[in-house]
């Protein structure tokens, strides 16, 4: 066991073990120090990821104040396996409470709570390993769209781990048109550059912001269209949703976006059931059908849990009223969604839906906007250094 130390692709126990799912691989590193050194070690775990992936481990999800400009300082965490609960957490490895943004390939993004006295934080962390590395970030507010992007395909961690954050603003120019501008931070440099990108769109952005898949980040909007940013090619993309969701439909639809084996996936709930589409080409937007499944058929199936589910969503509803189903976040074929007052998860695969708690259990303001992010556990780890937080924290130049 304690020979184990450094190996390379050509060894069996490197191949064997990282053919090894991330959970099982944590627990093994405290059979020994050799164990430990391996599956801790930079080429392992890039094999591993390449060969494994990562698979969804859970919703994070993270409440708002309706008028308060405060930021709400826990969050729940909503596991997928069946045998665990819902938990209430924060992240105490972190110097201070935090507000999370997104997370990427296992590397969550946040930022410090409002009200501040000095520059917002912004963190990127490995929950699973707490370490994290921060910078400061100038003339941030509560509403400043920030997002992750990074993968360890694309930029290879078994040298280093580098990451992006981008960061969207909505402007508005001299002829009075909206656009959209892009800032980049990237890790290697340590630095923020303004893109020369620029994307024209009166669509406000929607819930799970900074969808990223293959090295497209995905913004839902409200004007039929998402839009796409490439983040190695700086370039912008709006393409049209799968189908017109501001009409035909009694009730406005309720819809989200997602990832699931690298591709988009765009979900509708409506009077006619769950669908979901991804995408198959960016240029000519073409989606494909790749699961539907009738209210009528999830309410027989589930007669204990659903009740007249059908009917109800066939009825008008009152403006300024809150959706009776609602998708707040998908990953890797699990659909999280509220259905009245109860949250659910609906696996696309198999059509089964399993309850996961009570809203009112998420705390006092559950349906303004929350944040809903999926995380996935990863054995990456972050280059940390000496700042003036602790050991861990790595604080580099402010955006300008």
């Known amino acids: 066991m304690e020979n184990l130390r450094v190996m390379n692709g050509g060894d069996i126990p490197f191949d064997v073990l990282s053919r090894l799912p991330t959970k099982t691989l944590v627990e093994m590193r405290s059979v020994s120090k050799g164990w430990h050194e391996l599956i801790s070690d930079r080429s392992f775990v ?40 819902v938990q209430k957490m924060v ?21 410090s709570c409002f009200p501040t006295q000095r520059p917002t934080i ?51 120019n001299e002829q009075e048109e909206l656009h959209y501008t892009f800032k980049i931070y990237s890790s290697k440099t340590g630095t923020w550059k303004e893109s020369n990108e620029v994307c024209y769109s009166k669509g406000n952005l929607l819930k ?12 839902l909007t409200d004007t039929d269209q ?11 993309l709006l393409i049209s949703s799968p189908i ?31 669908i979901v589409w991804y995408l198959e080409d960016y240029f000519e937007t073409k989606w494909m059908l790749k699961h539907s499944k009738r209210l009528q ?28 189903m609602d998708p707040l976040a998908f990953k890797d074929e699990v659909l999280l969604m509220r259905v009245y007052s109860t949250i659910y998860f609906y696996h696309t695969e198999t059509g089964k839906v399993m309850e996961v708690c009570n809203v009112a259990s998420l705390g006092p303001n559950p349906y303004v906007d ?28 402010s955006e300008n």
């Open 46 to 85: 890039q094999a591993q990821f390449q060969k494994t992936g990562l698979t969804l481990s859970g919703f994070i999800f993270q409440e708002k104040y309706q008028k308060c400009l405060d930021d709400i300082k826990t969050f729940s965490y909503m596991p997928v396996n069946a045998d665990s609960k």
């Open 91 to 111: 992240l105490g490895f972190l110097p201070e409470d935090v507000v999370i943004l997104a997370s990427c390939n296992g590397l969550v993004c946040c930022r």
């Open 122 to 172: 912004i963190y990127v962390c490995n929950p699973l390993f707490e370490k994290w590395v921060s910078f400061e970030v100038a003339q941030l507010d509560r509403f400043s769209n920030i997002v992750l992007a990074f993968d360890p395909i694309l930029d290879p961690v078994n040298t280093s781990t580098n990451f992006r954050i981008i960061r969207i603003q909505q402007l508005e």
């Open 208 to 219: 799970n912001k900074g969808i990223y898949a293959k090295g497209i980040l995905h913004w």
């Open 226 to 236: 998402i839009l796409a940013f490439d983040t190695e090619k700086e370039l912008s």
């Open 244 to 274: 017109p969701v501001l009409e035909f439909f009694i009730n406005v639809p309720g819809t989200c976006i997602g990832e699931s084996m690298g591709l988009l996936h765009f979900i509708m709930i409506c009077e006619d059931g769950i």
């Open 297 to 324: 058929v999830i309410e027989e199936e589930n007669p204990r849990i659903f009740f007249k589910l059908h009917k109800s969503m066939q009825q008008k509803l009152v403006a300024g009223m809150d959706p009776l």
């Open 370 to 397: 929350p944040s809903v992010i999926p995380y996935s556990l990863s054995l990456v780890p972050l280059n940390v250094s000496l700042s003036r937080f602790d050991s861990n924290s790595n604080i580099n130049p």
